[in-house]
Each structure stands twice: as structure tokens, then as C-alpha cells.
């Protein structure tokens, strides 16, 4: 015999509880984004930082 499961029976995928409600996509974000402070806080500057230097530069090419 070998130790390799069978592929007869099929496979239990944990289904979500009815009685409680799904997290919102708002809800897990700012969970997320409070739990990796310092890496969100880095990538909002650095965007903001990026999109002033883009404005910049086009409103310098196009004048």
C-alpha cells in the first residue's frame, strides 16, 4: 500500500459561517493598513511624492 491519500473521496473546503457576516473590503483594508503602519505610511508619500513630480513635469513640458 501506498501512503498517498486517495483520490476518491472528495476534498472538504471550509465553507463561511452564515451567522456571521462577511468583513467588508473597507474594513479588512484599514485593519491591514493598521496592522503594516509604517510600510503604508511609506507607500503613501512616496505615491504622492511621484504623482507632484509627474504633474510637474508635464505642466514644465507643456507650458
Known sequence: MSN???TSSPTET????????Q???VKL???NMV?????????FFLTT???LA???G????TR
Open 4 to 6: 498517498l491519500p486517495s
Open 14 to 21: 471550509p465553507t463561511p459561517d452564515p451567522s456571521q457576516p
Open 23 to 25: 468583513d467588508s473590503y
Open 29 to 31: 483594508a484599514m485593519r
Open 35 to 43: 496592522r503594516k503602519r509604517g510600510i503604508s505610511l511609506k507607500h
Open 49 to 51: 511624492v511621484g504623482l
Open 54 to 56: 509627474f504633474l510637474v
Open 58 to 61: 508635464v505642466s514644465y513640458l
